[in-house]
């Protein structure tokens, strides 16, 4: 910056404040051919008088030294610049932790399953392969909902709002809910281990796994129909507290709302088939004939037809209702 460019600075800055040089010479204690040199250009201000130049005329001392005034909102458009930049890379970072949490969860979870079934065979022992696995299906859970609600609280006490907010939130719910379904359809699969324990009894001892149930066929088939019969369950929860999450927008929430008003019937057809299948083994286990075997393949049969019927009916219905929305937006 020239000395010109800044003593006309000076001299536009003092005339502004309706002060004369003699005025100005008083303030800063120097003389007024002092102040007169400064505007005129043939010299410039001591270094150590800018400060109180910049107090006087109510500037700062960069907008002094580059002899113009920086406009009010760059240095805000600034900061608010740097401040996004900032939110936008802490919640970059915390949705990497939260699914990197879900992921662990997810591997505690397989852990778990694969410990419980090592255990059953190898041990021979159902209560105490339950219990194993039902640890890590706790501590998988717990991983999962203290990351998400640490991340959580910790975005709000940043003050972060709006649309960021919002999509972080949304992603918190899928992790938190893929750690849920996923943990109880494991504990549905490992439940079996428990119910042969409390059911089956020989001489007053806990009979083992091996010894329970025909062993691995039946153990397997009654964990995946308990597995199946959970993740029915979960749907409808699902849906609730989806279509009662603010995260979400009111599109969405009455898409939850509808699913789960017309997925009543669907999830009925699962139950029934659930069911079936548990009927069907259980009458197999005690009497095996060829009338029974028959018979449930049938009645299995004909559930399944339900199901699948069920199943085209409400995904064409969902399909109208998605056209209907997307008319009326």
Same mark, same amino acid.
């Given at each position: ?19 004369? /040089? ?16 400064? #505007? ?22 960069? #907008?002094?030294? =580059? ?19 900032? *939110? ?58 203290? $990351?998400?609600?640490? $991340?959580?609280?910790?975005?709000? /006490? #940043? ?7 919002? #999509? ?41 796994? +091996? ?6 066929? %039946?153990?397997?088939? %009654?964990?995946?129909?308990?597995? &199946? ?8 929860? %699902? ?7 603010? $995260?979400?927008?009111?599109? &969405? ?17 699962? *139950? ?45 219905? =969902? ?8 008319? +009326?937006?």
């Amino acid at each position: 910056m020239t000395k010109i460019s800044m003593g006309e600075f000076i001299s536009v800055q003092r005339k502004a404040k309706g002060m004369t /040089q003699q005025q100005v010479a008083d303030e800063l204690g120097v003389s007024n051919k002092t102040v007169s040199s400064w #505007e005129t250009g043939a010299s410039c201000p001591d270094i150590s008088l800018i400060p109180a130049i910049a107090d006087l005329f109510g500037v700062t001392c960069d #907008e002094i030294l =580059r002899a113009e005034r920086v406009p009010p909102a760059e240095p805000e458009d600034v900061s608010a610049r740097q401040r996004e930049h900032a *939110l936008r890379y802490a919640l970059t970072r915390r949705r990497s932790n939260a699914v990197l949490c879900g992921w662990i969860s997810a591997g505690l979870s397989a852990v778990g399953l694969i410990v419980t079934l090592i255990v059953a065979f190898a041990a021979s022992n159902s209560l105490i392969a339950f219990l194993v696995g039902l640890i890590f299906l706790i501590a998988s859970l717990l991983v999962t909902l203290i $990351a998400c609600s640490r $991340a959580m609280l910790m975005t709000q /006490q #940043e003050s972060v709002e709006g649309a960021p907010l919002d #999509e972080f939130r949304r992603e918190l719910f899928s992790i938190r809910m893929r750690a849920i379904v996923l943990n109880l359809a494991v504990f549905g699969f490992i439940l079996p281990h428990l119910l042969m324990v409390l059911i089956y009894r020989s001489n007053g001892d806990l009979v083992h796994f +091996t010894d329970v149930a025909l062993s691995v066929p %039946y153990a397997f088939l %009654y964990g995946a129909v308990c597995c &199946a019969a959970i993740l029915l369950l979960c749907f409808p929860l %699902y849906l609730i507290a989806k279509g009662n999450c603010k $995260a979400f927008d009111e599109r &969405a929430r009455k898409l939850a709302f509808w699913n789960l008003r017309h997925g009543c019937l669907l999830g009925l057809s699962f *139950l029934v088939l659930s069911f079936g299948i548990i009927t069907g083994c259980v009458v197999l286990t005690v009497t095996f004939s060829i009338h029974a075997a028959v018979t449930t393949i049938a009645a299995i049969l004909v559930e399944g037809a339900l199901l699948a019927g069920t199943i085209w009916l409400y995904i064409r219905a =969902r399909r109208q209702y998605i056209a209907k929305q997307q008319r +009326t937006m």
